[in-house]
Antibody, heavy 119, light 107 residues
Framework: QVQLVQSGAEVKKPGASVKVSCQASGYTFTNYGIAWVRQAPGQGLEWMGWISLYSGNTNYAQKLEGRVALTADKSTKTVYMELRSLRSDDTAVYYC????????????WGQGTLVTVSS | DIQLTQSPSFLSASVGDRVTITCRAS??????LAWYQQKPGKAPKLLIYSASTLQSGVPSRFSGSGSGTEFTLTITSLQPEDFATYYC?????????FGGGTNVEIK
């Protein structure tokens, strides 16, 4: 069965960076892209970007361009999301999500990783 | 960016009720729309994609319709496990965007 397992909660100071991992299993890793979606406390969902595991191509939300980077390690079937220059409004639960074959609809999700940015 | 406006933002209903949630797009998105259900502390769950296709394993009381700029999610007979927040999402144009959510609560 498809599983996405994320790394644990993080507490960071403003200006620092965070790197969250998402390890995939149960399917051919390179066949499906992975996206990251975040959710601030009590708020809605915000798409951050996606990475194609076949080509390595990425596409980022413009508001995060320059601060976010998605990378992948095919040997461990792990995708990483790094967010730099953290601010208090980056405090959120960060989810990785796998697309389905039809398109960038998110049929499988990780359990979420809480990132808290606080001085 | 394409804005998705969901209505209502809050809905109070009883078990057995028929519930309809609307998602309006700021510009045409063909049928590139999905619906998700999210329960507190959990990741969202895909219910409907391509506006009207039921995701595998999702009960048939959920259905979706629409194209262009107006879409609906219908739950024909609300069950206790359906009380949750529902989001629409478009993928016609980058950036992918989500609606603001509809919180379905027990009356």
């Amino acid at each position: 069965q498809v599983q996405l397992v994320q790394s644990g909660a993080e507490v960071k100071k403003p200006g620092a960076s965070v790197k969250v991992s998402c390890q995939a299993s149960g399917y051919t890793f390179t066949n499906y892209g992975i996206a990251w979606v975040r959710q601030a406390p009590g708020q809605g969902l915000e798409w951050m970007g996606w990475i194609s595991l076949y080509s390595g191509n990425t596409n980022y939300a413009q508001k995060l361009e320059g601060r976010v980077a998605l990378t992948a390690d095919k040997s461990t079937k792990t995708v990483y999301m790094e967010l730099r220059s953290l601010r208090s409004d980056d405090t959120a639960v960060y989810y990785c999500a796998r697309r389905i074959s039809t398109g960038w609809y998110f049929g499988y999700w990780g359990q979420g990783t809480l990132v808290t940015v606080s001085s | 960016d394409i804005q998705l406006t969901q209505s209502p933002s809050f809905l109070s209903a009883s078990v057995g009720d028929r519930v309809t949630i609307t998602c309006r797009a700021s510009q045409g998105i063909n049928s590139y729309l999905a619906w998700y259900q999210q329960k507190p502390g959990k990741a969202p769950k895909l219910l409907i994609y391509s506006a009207s296709t039921l995701q595998s394993g999702v009960p048939s009381r959920f259905s979706g319709s629409g194209s262009g700029t107006e879409f609906t999610l219908t739950i024909t007979s609300l069950q206790p496990e359906d009380f949750a927040t529902y989001y629409c999402q478009q993928l016609n144009t980058s950036p992918l965007t989500f609606g603001g959510g509809t919180n379905v609560e027990i009356k």
